[in-house]
């Protein structure tokens, strides 16, 4: 069983900025394929669906952000999910707006989603796709909060369907593969 994570912040204020690309993923691959999030328990927002006979679960956390770590867990208990299982996709500031990059076992970079992840799971042993939304030199919290703009929505938008393909792949290849097909 695979646990596909999508993360940001709930709430209609955070639909459609940066740091809630996660989410946008998992909403896009869901519509895409006929799925929705029909369950509300541990926290987040879930659904356990098959796909190329293998049982996943996408998962939109519910609470905000650096709180992200405590609802993967309980999901991942409930399923008895390995985290070598776990695919988390997020944003990251040190990538140009709608670049991708897999990765797996790698550091935080910063990201408080990912830090509280690691603590609750203990583990760093679990793959990202991360999702560049840029840097600037303004105040981290309010950039990651805004929204882009239209030449970087547009950008994003096709980072997302680019993800949907990758969430496709990861469920037939190797991880290795997977990262020297996108990366």
């Known amino acids: 069983m695979k646990l596909i994570v999508g993360l940001g912040n709930p709430g209609k204020e955070y639909e459609n900025t940066r740091h809630n690309v996660g989410f946008d993923v998992i909403d896009k691959y869901l519509n895409k394929?006929?799925?929705?999030?029909?369950?509300?328990?541990?926290?987040?927002?879930?659904?356990?669906?098959?796909?190329?006979?293998?049982d996943v679960v996408f998962l939109e956390p519910q609470k905000?952000?650096?709180?992200?770590?405590?609802?993967?867990?309980?999901?991942?208990d409930f399923y008895k999910i390995n985290p070598n299982d776990i695919l988390v996709i997020h944003d990251d500031l040190d990538l140009p707006v709608g670049k991708?990059?897999?990765?797996?076992?790698?550091?935080?970079?910063?990201?408080?989603?990912?830090?509280?992840?690691?603590?609750n799971i203990s583990?760093?042993?679990?793959?990202?796709?991360?999702?560049?939304?840029?840097?600037?030199?303004?105040?981290?919290?309010?950039?990651?909060?805004?929204?882009?703009?239209?030449?970087?929505?547009?950008?994003?938008n096709d980072a997302i369907l680019k993800s949907c393909d990758i969430i496709d792949d990861y469920l037939s290849l190797d991880f290795s593969e997977l990262m020297n097909k996108y990366n």
């Open 33 to 54: 394929n006929g799925f929705k999030l029909d369950k509300n328990k541990f926290g987040g927002l879930f659904t356990k669906v098959k796909i190329k006979n293998e």
């Open 64 to 76: 905000y952000m650096n709180l992200s770590g405590e609802v993967v867990r309980q999901v991942m």
């Open 123 to 156: 583990t760093k042993d679990y793959k990202r796709l991360k999702i560049g939304i840029s840097k600037t030199n303004n105040d981290i919290k309010d950039f990651v909060l805004s929204s882009f703009s239209k030449d970087e929505r547009s950008l994003i």
């Open 100 to 119: 991708i990059k897999l990765k797996q076992n790698s550091s935080s970079g910063g990201h408080n989603g990912i830090k509280d992840i690691e603590k």
